[in-house]
């Protein structure tokens, strides 16, 4: 199974941006699947997760309201429609996925899978 991120690209601020996060390959699992993100010099940090049974989400505080996380079970991907956008949130979006389970989806060692990244560059 692998995961295939798209949809980055570079947007003025304020503006709009869909992701998605398509996993391919048999026997995919998931029991939660997240979106990360990393800018230059910083750590990779946390952005929103979604249950992949239920359709819960967690969102990071830092894009709380502009942020929505969803998946199509039957497609088997996920995305990530970001609002408003703001100059801090350039980095590499990385979408992730946890076929595990029973680990906090806050932590980058929740997941098993990792997708390659899309640049997301926001001007002001």
């Known amino acids: 199974v692998q995961l295939q991120a798209s949809g980055g690209g570079l947007v003025q601020a304020g503006g709009s941006l869909r992701l998605s996060c398509a996993a391919s390959g048999p026997s995919f699992s998931s029991y939660g699947m997240g979106w990360f993100r990393q800018a230059p010099g910083r750590e990779r940090e946390f952005v929103a997760v979604i249950s992949w049974r239920t359709g819960v989400t967690y969102y990071s505080d830092s894009v709380k309201g502009r942020f929505t996380i969803s998946r199509d079970n039957a497609k088997n991907t996920m995305y990530l429609q970001m609002n408003n956008l703001k100059p801090e949130d350039t980095a590499v979006y990385y979408c992730?996925?946890?076929?595990?389970?029973?680990?906090?989806?806050?932590?980058?060692?929740?997941?098993?899978?990792w997708g390659q990244g899309t640049q997301v560059t926001v001007s002001s």
């Open positions: 992730a996925n946890d076929m595990t389970g029973g680990s906090s989806w806050y932590r980058i060692s929740a997941y098993d899978l």
